[in-house]
């Protein structure tokens, strides 16, 4: 007997369910923004810096209801 296939829109619906849960878990991400050199003298330093991304509770629970909902209008057709 043949396993069911999952259905493409049935698994963006998961991972936008995942991607919400990680959303609230975790709302702050870091994310490297630019990188630069800088000479001083003989002396070389690198400058970094850093992106913060925080995503609000309103999106997370967008994301998560967004794919409750793909996963049931495909499991009722």
Do not use: W, Y
Not at 38 to 56: L, Y
Not at 60 to 77: D, K
């Amino acid at each position: 007997m043949k396993a069911p296939a999952f259905h493409p829109i049935a698994i963006v619906g998961v991972l936008l369910i995942v991607c919400g849960i990680a959303a609230l878990i975790h709302p702050r991400m870091v994310m490297p923004a630019q990188e630069r050199e800088v000479q001083i003298n003989d002396n070389k330093a690198i400058i970094s810096t850093r992106r913060i991304v925080t995503f609000p509770v309103p999106f997370s629970i967008i994301l998560i209801v967004a794919g409750v909902a793909q996963i049931f209008l495909v499991r009722r057709r």
